[in-house]
């Protein structure tokens, strides 16, 4: 009987040990230095034709 009861636990633990990797969540590390947040922007000429004028404009493009 003891040692019935006794697999038993031990089945539990390594049953545990194992599903217990596998239900892991990711872990997001905040900090107050916001640079990684940044958009990356630059500037575009987009050339356009408004009534026989050339008309160039500058654009900001954001990923």
């Given at each position: 009987?003891k040692s019935i009861l ?11 040990a194992a599903i217990a ?38 654009v900001r493009v954001c990923?």
């Amino acid at each position: 009987m003891k040692s019935i009861l006794l697999a038993s636990v031990i089945a539990l633990a390594t049953a545990s040990a194992a599903i217990a990797p596998t239900q892991a969540a990711t872990v997001v590390v905040k900090t107050n230095d916001h640079m990684h947040m940044k958009k990356h922007c630059r500037t575009k000429l987009v050339t356009t034709w408004k009534h026989h004028h050339k008309v160039v404009r500058e654009v900001r493009v954001c990923n």
